[in-house]
């Protein structure tokens, strides 16, 4: 095959990101967030990012990261109440947010990616969230309407990859990254450990391939541990 | 007196019955998998994408890449499986999660529940909460029946953002059982060392009490 996927590094693979684009990103609280790609995204300095992700890191890992250094301008989340900075920006005005919930996300960036425009759902009715959009009554309940989203680019963690982009994710890192890859105009996924084509068992694959544009071998894992909790 | 976190927690413990699949919120909800003991078939689903949660992992079990929806290390139980989040809210939102238990800031008597916004001062977000309130079969909330500052926190209307519109069923305090009902709160079950007057004191809505009025048992 003389066309590849394969991306040297973090940095090469986010070529063509620039101001004002939208990147949506996998991950729930640190688990299963690609790290690598969200260090080279601060590394290349684009700004006014909005940035569409469950949660928003800690201060010093993750997203976090990128709100230290202003490169946000918004935020799609679900939950925040771990980031101190996120809090900060939010209550002074500086960052503008979107609270959506944590349901409703996973389903528009869903449908985002599955070429579905909107659908309505249940949650919210009745509250703040709901506030401006159109509802409708089926069967005698009444639905809200929420738009889908995608990304101008979208990025993943997988546990394995191989060279065409087919992804496994492991335990509850696989969260909301196989919608996450499905969103983005270009997604990038970034793989503990990176296989040849024929390697993964095709009854095995979690994201298939074909929405995978760049991969790379993630250079080092931190893995981070937010609530570090044993039997006693 | 009123009851403590743990008594509260074993109280709710009586409301999953054999075979549920159950979601529990953060705090005094977790605590309650320590009570439901494993002959009853209960599957604890965790809204990141797993069903099948376990004990927190010993020392040596510890993976970054298991957790539960409050981010802390857990296990998985024989049975268990991983999902995507979307296939997780499929599950709450198409009613296939028999219960949740959640926690709460203020609830009213037409059912109503707020728990993720103070405005002007806590800006955390709903999490799964929206989702669980509007799609679980069954939704029990466990809080204190009254503020720090001594203010009602079951209310004729919350005056705080709501997480969901007439969507609770049931309510276990540190001072009672009750349900909403509409114009009221019907109180089933009363803390053991207080008296059923201590309860409708503490509530800032109408209060009636159920024909069977007991104390609560808690063992």
């Given at each position: 095959m003389s066309f590849s996927k394969v991306y040297p590094d973090?940095?090469?693979?986010?070529?063509?990101?620039?101001?004002?684009?939208t990147v949506v990103v996998g991950g729930f609280g640190?688990?299963?967030?690609?790290?690598?790609?969200?260090l080279a995204l601060r590394d290349s300095g684009v700004r006014d990012l909005t940035c569409v992700s469950n949660n928003a890191g800690v201060d010093d890992f993750g997203l976090g990261l990128l709100l230290q250094t202003r490169q946000i301008k918004k935020m799609v989340s679900s939950y925040v109440g771990e980031n101190a900075t996120f809090e900060k920006q939010f209550l002074s005005g500086e960052l503008e947010v979107e609270l959506c919930p944590q349901g409703t996300l996973a389903e528009r960036i869903r449908a985002g990616g599955a070429g579905i425009p909107a659908f309505y759902t249940p949650t919210g009715v009745g509250t703040k969230v709901a506030e401006g959009k159109d509802t409708r009554?089926?069967?005698?309940?009444?639905?809200?309407?929420?738009?889908?989203?995608?990304?101008?680019?979208?990025l993943v963690k997988a546990w394995k990859g191989d060279k065409f982009g087919n992804l496994v994710f492991r335990k509850t890192a696989r969260n909301f990254n196989p919608m996450v890859a499905t969103a983005g105009k270009i997604t990038v996924a970034e793989v503990e450990e990176l296989v040849e084509i024929g390697e993964l068992?095709?009854?095995?694959i979690h994201t298939p391939g074909i929405f995978?544009?760049?991969?790379?071998?993630?250079?080092r894992f931190e893995k981070r541990i937010e609530q570090r909790t044993v039997r006693k | 007196m009123p009851l403590t976190r743990e008594q509260i927690t074993k109280r709710i413990a009586q409301e999953v019955k054999p075979g549920f699949v159950v979601n529990l919120g953060i705090g005094i909800p977790t605590l309650v998998a320590n009570f439901i003991s494993p002959e009853m078939g209960v599957m604890l689903q965790s809204e990141n994408g797993l069903l099948g949660l376990g004990p927190f992992p010993s020392e040596a079990e510890i993976d970054a890449d298991l957790i539960n929806a409050g981010k802390q290390t857990v296990t998985t139980l024989p049975g268990a499986s991983f999902f995507s989040s979307a296939d997780s809210f499929a599950m709450i939102r198409g009613g296939h999660v028999d219960l949740t238990v959640l926690g709460a800031m203020q609830v009213d008597m037409e059912g109503s529940i707020a728990n993720w916004m103070i405005p002007g001062k806590m800006v955390k977000g709903m999490g799964g909460?929206?989702?669980?309130?509007a799609g679980a079969k069954r939704v029990v909330v466990a809080m204190e029946h009254v503020a720090k500052d001594g203010s009602h926190k079951l209310l004729k209307r919350c005056s705080l953002p709501l997480t969901g519109v007439g969507c609770i069923q049931r309510i276990v305090t540190d001072y009672g059982v009750l349900d909403p009902a509409g114009n009221c709160f019907r109180l089933?079950?009363?803390a053991p060392d207080l008296?059923?007057?201590?309860?409708?004191?503490?509530?800032?809505?109408?209060?009636?009490?159920?024909?069977?009025?007991?104390?609560?048992?808690?063992?």
């Open positions: 973090a940095k090469s693979a986010l070529q063509g990101i620039k101001d004002n684009m640190l688990c299963g967030i690609p790290e690598n790609l969200i009554e089926f069967d005698g309940r009444t639905y809200v309407m929420e738009r889908g989203i995608t990304g101008d680019f979208a068992d095709p009854d095995q995978v544009q760049r991969i790379i071998q993630g250079p | 909460a929206m989702d669980l309130v089933l079950e009363y008296t059923p007057e201590d309860v409708i004191k503490a509530t800032g809505a109408p209060v009636e009490l159920a024909p069977d009025i007991k104390p609560m048992r808690i063992d």
